[in-house]
């Protein structure tokens, strides 16, 4: 499945789903990145957020450090 990086705009066969765009109408959209641009940013993937996620961009240093 190739999906459109949404970081660098480039399509990649390894598609990282990490976040879910709402929109007006109908269902959300999900936003993909690559796995080099999930590696460069931190960003957590959908499915390791936590379970009162709406889908907004979460980044894996936000929420793995310690407080
Ligand atoms: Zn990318």
């Known amino acids: 499945m190739t999906q459109v990086c949404t970081w660098c705009a480039e399509p990649t066969d390894e598609p990282v789903s ?3 765009e709402h929109v007006a109408s109908g269902p959300g959209r999900v ?3 690559c796995p080099d641009c999930r590696r460069r940013h931190r ?3 959908l499915d390791q957020h ?3 996620s709406w889908g907004e961009v ?3 240093t936000a929420e793995a450090e310690p407080r």
């Open 58 to 60: 979460r980044y894996e």
């Open 43 to 45: 960003l957590l993937p």
């Open 31 to 33: 936003v993909y990145a």
């Open 50 to 52: 936590p379970a009162d």
């Open 18 to 20: 990490v976040a879910v």
